[in-house]
């Protein structure tokens, strides 16, 4: 069974929600049940969870502070939100922390029901870590789409190996773009680009739910995504989609649908696909020393680490696709991009917060628009904020070295 807590300060819904997964929803065992965010924030600490289902208005730590302690501490936790308000708002921040299921008060249990059977067959699905099973989603893609799986026993078979329900053969989709515009959101957009793609991926799974979607690569600002169905070939006006994403992201956005297919082993893509991924090299293909590679990619994140810096761009610096490159990288230097790119700045504040230089200013030195994101890391590699470890750690340092004189 997977374990399951309910968040929600009003004890009838508590009551309600717990009885009604106990008898209907025998695969999830109900853990815990709390009246607001930080005593469930103490249990996720010390017990292993599967599942939050929680409100957004709670005393002494509401749902969306829980839900972004769970996107930085437990990114493996699904999370489904109930609310009695239909504000934007509340979606938009939800999205951005990876939530993708928002149900509205009161609760139609039904809706429930179908949020955690989706849940279930995610979590029964998931034998490898979540962020490895979208990266072979993304290098299988990848792979179609350049003619590189053009034998169809082959893509069969790499196929089976994503740990997808049925065949290869049993799902139709289509390859969409969604192009973003330059708009005052965009350009105050704080949370990095790499978490742009995560946003609009949640937003499209949020808004299309009867369809499984992943997000391949991006060139530029134009986003390339997969839609899957088993049942159908993924139809949707272009204009709503558009329009409701703008109103949970604010970002001006057009679609095309680059492909649509009845076979998902006969996909190719049409020549502005192919164009945009034509990095799809493996490291073997790249024609230089392996080590080689590593030590460019090290080079250039050390050079650009101050910067809103993506996997993308390191990637191609080295001329390999982003998904080639994150699982390369991390074979090769046993960290993935983001926390190797994480140490290396980290090293620089510690160097910075040496000088008289702000913490506010250090945080943005190093590569951090968000002060808090970049207080969270340092607290992780460090065990200390960034002021605590000036005023302890570095006078700590400062004594010992008189003594020695």
């Known amino acids: 069974m997977y374990p399951l807590i309910i968040v929600d300060d009003e004890e009838i819904t508590r009551i309600a929600i717990s009885g009604y997964i106990q008898k209907k929803h025998p695969a999830f065992q109900v853990a815990g049940i709390f009246s607001n965010g930080a005593d469930a924030l103490r249990f996720l600490q010390e017990h292993p969870v599967n599942v939050v289902i929680t409100d957004i208005r709670m005393p002494r730590m509401d749902g969306l502070e829980l839900v972004a302690h769970i996107h930085e501490n437990h990114p493996g936790i699904f999370v489904i939100i109930i609310s009695g308000y239909s504000e934007f708002e509340y979606a938009r921040k939800a999205i951005r922390y990876g939530v993708v299921n928002y149900l509205l008060k009161p609760l139609d249990f039904a809706e429930l029901s179908q949020n955690l059977d989706s849940t279930r067959q995610h979590l029964d699905s998931m034998q490898p870590p979540a962020d490895c099973k979208e990266e072979e989603i993304q290098l299988f893609f990848v792979d179609l789409i350049a003619g590189i799986l053009s034998d169809p026993e082959q893509a069969a078979e790499r196929f089976a190996l994503l740990g997808l329900d049925g065949d290869i053969s049993d799902y139709k989709g289509c390859l969409l773009t969604l192009t973003l515009e330059k708009n005052e959101t965009l350009s105050q957009w704080k949370y990095g680009r790499e978490k742009l793609a995560i946003a609009l991926l949640n937003g499209l799974r949020m808004l299309l739910p009867d369809y499984s979607i992943y997000h391949l690569f991006r060139s530029g600002m134009r986003y390339y995504f997969v839609a899957l169905s088993t049942t159908q070939v993924p139809a949707f006006s272009h204009q709503e989609l558009c329009s409701a994403l703008f109103h949970l992201l604010h970002f001006d956005c057009s679609l095309q649908v680059q492909s649509s297919f009845e076979d998902l082993a006969a996909l190719r893509a049409p020549s502005t696909a192919q164009d945009d991924s034509k990095h799809n090299l493996s490291p073997e293909d790249t024609g230089g020393d392996e080590n080689i590679v590593i030590q460019k990619a090290m080079s250039y994140i050390q050079a650009h680490y101050a910067e809103d810096l993506t996997?993308?761009?390191?990637?191609?610096?080295?001329?390999?696709?982003?998904?080639?490159?994150?699982?390369?990288?991390?074979?090769?230097?046993?960290?993935?991009?983001?926390?190797?790119?994480?140490?290396?700045?980290?090293?620089?504040?510690?160097?910075?917060?040496?000088?008289?230089?702000?913490?506010?200013?250090?945080?943005k030195k190093v590569g951090y628009q968000s002060r808090n994101r970049f207080f969270i890391n340092f607290r992780l590699y460090s065990g200390y904020n960034p002021t605590e470890y000036r005023r302890q750690i570095l006078r700590m340092e400062d004594n010992h070295e008189d003594a020695e004189e």
């Open 311 to 363: 996997r993308e761009d390191v990637a191609d610096a080295v001329f390999l696709s982003s998904a080639y490159f994150s699982r390369f990288f991390k074979q090769k230097t046993g960290l993935s991009f983001i926390d190797y790119l994480t140490t290396v700045r980290m090293q620089k504040a510690v160097e910075l917060l040496g000088s008289r230089m702000k913490v506010g200013e250090i945080a």
